[in-house]
T-cell receptor, first 115, second 115 residues
Framework: QQQVKQSPQSLIVQKGGISIINCAYENTAFDYFPWYQQFPGKGPALLIAIRPDVSEKKEGRFTISFNKSAKQFSLHIMDSQPGDSATYFCAAREGYGGATNKLIFGTGTLLAVQP | DTGVSQDPRHKITKRGQNVTFRCDPISEHNRLYWYRQTLGQGPEFLTYFQNEAQLEKSRLLSDRFSAERPKGSFSTLEIQRTEQGDSAMYLC?????????????FGPGTRLTVT
């Protein structure tokens, strides 16, 4: 059962444009939502993360928007650069501070930023 | 480089052979996770350790898989009688529960190819 649905599967954006990736979840026990960036041959690296008590978090060019009632969250990459070309994964974690705290990942979005 | 190292980075083996992977987490991290990532998919949770205790195993982890973390430091993941379906990237991640942040740091992964 896929608990985190991610779209689109791939995305092509012009340099300087805005990249938007969306995720939806089902489990209301999730209370931590990170985004990971992965380059070929590398492990995922944490970009930015949000807790459900806020609706938006911004770090540099990266912003997470969170809609708790819709159970959706999205990543916005402003002023996209060719170096941002990578695979992006959303994830969710249940029960912050307790139990397993394992991450449930989306299926990934392959982003290509054209110069 | 996140500080989590994995060895080997690549492994090619014939079906039916046993393989063992090693993960060295960040030294003060008490939690260690194993994930599996197949092509075009997000990582999937396999198992995790709190110090030396293995506290949860996914249903994905068949009885051919075994993981250990002696003395709560490095961890090994062994796959016995490998099958072609075991071909994947095996990722290790570690975190520290003491700060309350519990950010996971992923290693570069071990790519397994079963021929």
């Amino acid at each position: 059962q896929q608990q985190v649905k991610q779209s689109p599967q791939s995305l092509i954006v012009q340099k300087g444009g805005i990249s938007i990736i969306n995720c939806a979840y089902e489990n209301t026990a999730f209370d931590y939502f990170p985004w990971y960036q992965q380059f070929p041959g590398k492990g995922p690296a944490l970009l930015i993360a949000i807790r459900p008590d806020v609706s938006e978090k911004k770090e540099g060019r990266f912003t997470i928007s969170f809609n708790k009632s819709a159970k959706q969250f999205s990543l916005h990459i402003m002023d996209s650069q060719p170096g941002d070309s990578a695979t992006y994964f959303c994830a969710a974690r249940e029960g912050y501070g307790g139990a397993t705290n394992k991450l449930i990942f989306g299926t990934g979005t392959l982003l290509a930023v054209q110069p | 480089d996140t500080g989590v190292s994995q060895d080997p980075r690549h492994k090619i083996t014939k079906r039916g052979q046993n393989v063992t992977f090693r993960c060295d987490p960040i030294s003060e991290h008490n939690r260690l996770y194993w994930y599996r990532q197949t092509l075009g998919q997000g990582p999937e949770f396999l198992t995790y350790f709190q110090n030396e205790a293995q506290l949860e195993k996914s249903r994905l982890l068949s009885d051919r898989f075994s993981a250990e973390r002696p003395k709560g430091s490095f961890s090994t993941l062994e796959i016995q009688r490998t099958e072609q379906g075991d071909s994947a990237m095996y990722l290790c991640a570690s975190s520290f529960t003491g700060t309350g942040n519990m950010r996971e740091y992923f290693g570069p992964g071990t790519r397994l190819t079963v021929t």
